[in-house]
């Protein structure tokens, strides 16, 4: 079987940092970094992604409130939440769960949110900070793939990675990101001719369209490294993009799935509070 990328254990090692950051400030007297993370509604996927981040997020020694609100309040009620938080210095990240009720203008309302809090990287300034290669806070879930490849010394200077997905959200920012490490980046997708040709070819395989089981060993050889961002609930089960079983042992590398790219996110999303609070200050 090729090596397992753990990302439970990289996700241990950030903690460590997060929260020894957390410690010294409170020994120096400062304050701690403070999130508020809005959920509108009760759709159930963002009851559980709100309920992990203040797991973890307290877990860390790091403020975290939740503002929960009726799934049919007005987008300007919602606007000015967001204003009142952004005026507020003592928040340093805002987090909004998507997708919001039916009828709100979505890129409006993210939009809103400062870029200076705007932690998971939603907004169209700090997006178009990321594509000019300026610093700005890392989406976590593409963040995750290029942390858990760093964390494994995979070198990505003149690589050849294909990422399968083209999504705003994982697909378009983990390539970008992958190019700022110097890797040759190839963005498939549904359209893709010869798909399996060009991820044989591949030194790493980014998986992000959220069909479960769809890459198979037809897709990867021996050296392949596969990293795996898909979630699907299959048979009761989480299930990934890549079928494990059938990949694992043709492989170079892999991430599993659970255990692997998720395990790590949102533990990256509370890192950016960190820095949040650092930028804030300076």
Do not use: W
């Amino acid at each position: 079987m090729g090596m397992i990328i753990d990302g439970k254990k990289v996700a241990l090692e950030v903690k460590e940092e997060i929260r020894n950051f957390v410690n010294m400030r409170k020994n120096n007297g400062l304050r701690v970094p403070s999130i508020v993370s809005i959920l509108v509604g009760n759709d159930g996927g963002s009851v559980f992604y709100i309920n992990n981040q203040e797991k973890i997020a307290t877990s860390l020694g790091v403020d975290f409130k939740k503002l929960l609100l009726e799934e049919n309040i007005s987008e300007d009620h919602l606007i000015n939440e967001i204003e009142r938080l952004n005026n507020d210095d003592n928040v340093d990240g805002i987090i909004l769960q998507l997708p919001l009720p039916k009828g709100m203008n979505e890129k409006k309302v993210i939009n809103t949110i400062s870029s200076y809090k705007d932690i998971d990287c939603l907004t169209y300034e700090n997006q178009g900070k990321l594509y000019c290669g300026e610093k700005v806070f890392l989406p976590c879930t593409p963040n995750s793939v290029v942390t858990l490849l760093d964390k494994y010394e995979i070198k990505l200077e003149g690589k050849n990675v294909v990422v399968i997905g083209r999504s705003n959200i994982v697909g378009k920012p983990v390539a970008q990101l992958l190019l700022n490490k110097n890797a040759t980046v190839t963005i498939c997708h549904s359209r893709t001719k010869n798909l399996q040709e060009i991820c044989k070819n591949a030194d790493v395989i980014v998986v992000a369209i959220g069909r479960a089981n769809y890459l198979n060993e037809d897709f990867v050889n021996e050296n392949s490294i596969v990293i795996d961002v898909g979630t699907s609930s299959l048979n009761g089960k989480i299930t990934g993009d890549v079928n494990f079983e059938r990949v694992s042992d043709k492989v170079k590398m892999i991430t599993p799935v659970p255990g692997g790219v998720g395990a790590l996110t949102t533990t990256l999303l509370i890192k950016n509070s960190c820095e949040a609070l650092e930028n804030n200050e300076n």
